[in-house]
T-cell receptor, first 114, second 113 residues
Framework: AQSVAQPEDQVNVAEGNPLTVKCTYS??????LFWYVQYPNRGLQFLLK??????LVKGSYGFEAEFNKSQTSFHLKKPSALVSDSALYFC????????????FGSGTKLNVKP | DGGITQSPKYLFRKEGQNVTLSCEQN?????MYWYRQDPGQGLRLIYY???????QKGDIAEGYSVSREKKESFPLTVTSAQKNPTAFYLC????????????FGPGTRLTVL
């Protein structure tokens, strides 16, 4: 079965510092991985995706993610955090055998303090 | 939130009542989904539909029903059989058959009084 895990419920970082939000995956075969952000009482917004190709994927709002096959990870990163980045972040994997099923992690709350 | 609209944004229901949440998309997507989100938890799949007049149960379908009479619309009914319906409900859609992203609506917050 396909799944993703987000080991941290919450990440705290100071504004201007680099941030990392962790995600590990479990799939058989090549994964299709996604990151989403959710602001309070809003839907999820797409940030970036890894389908194939370069292991470093760049996305919206200065975020990037690194696909690491040996560690089965897809961590979300940003070189310099902003207070406005504070939100809930979800990692997701798409089912390889049923493209129409996505599996979401439990979410990581990012707090960026001024 | 892309081309997906959900209404209403907030919904209050008395115990024992059925309520219907609306989801409409103008993205020409074949596949549509309903998720439930509870505080501190991830998204749980209620129902999904890959094509008009067809839908499948997700992980937590009990107490819910859906219909897909039009490609653009995928309403969710929360029935009185759902024992704990207070939650944030998200509708999503995506293109079928290719590994593209899922697009989400703004959500409906349902509260049972």
């Amino acid at each position: 079965a396909q799944s993703v895990a987000q080991p941290e419920d919450q990440v705290n970082v100071a504004e201007g510092n680099p941030l990392t939000v962790k995600c590990t995956y479990s799939v058989s075969g090549n994964p299709y991985l996604f990151w989403y952000v959710q602001y309070p009482n809003r839907g999820l917004q797409f940030l970036l995706k890894y389908i194939t190709g370069d292991n470093l994927v760049k996305g919206s709002y200065g975020f990037e993610a690194e696909f690491n096959k040996s560690q089965t990870s897809f961590h979300l990163k940003k070189p310099s955090a902003l207070v406005s980045d504070s939100a809930l972040y979800f990692c997701a994997v798409r089912d390889l055998y049923n493209f129409n099923k996505f599996y979401f992690g439990s979410g990581t709350k990012l707090n960026v303090k001024p | 939130d892309g081309g997906i609209t959900q209404s209403p944004k907030y919904l209050f229901r008395k115990e024992g009542q059925n309520v219907t949440l609306s989801c409409e998309q103008n993205l020409n997507h074949d596949a549509m989904y309903w998720y439930r989100q509870d505080p501190g938890q991830g998204l749980r799949l209620i129902y999904y539909s890959q094509i008009v007049n067809d839908f499948q149960k997700g992980d937590i379908a009990e107490g819910y029903s859906v219909s897909r009479e039009k490609k653009e619309s995928f309403p969710l009914t929360v029935t009185s059989a759902q024992k704990n319906p207070t939650a944030f409900y998200l509708c999503a859609s995506n293109l079928q058959g290719i590994p593209d992203t899922q697009y989400f609506g703004p959500g409906t917050r349902l509260t049972v009084l």
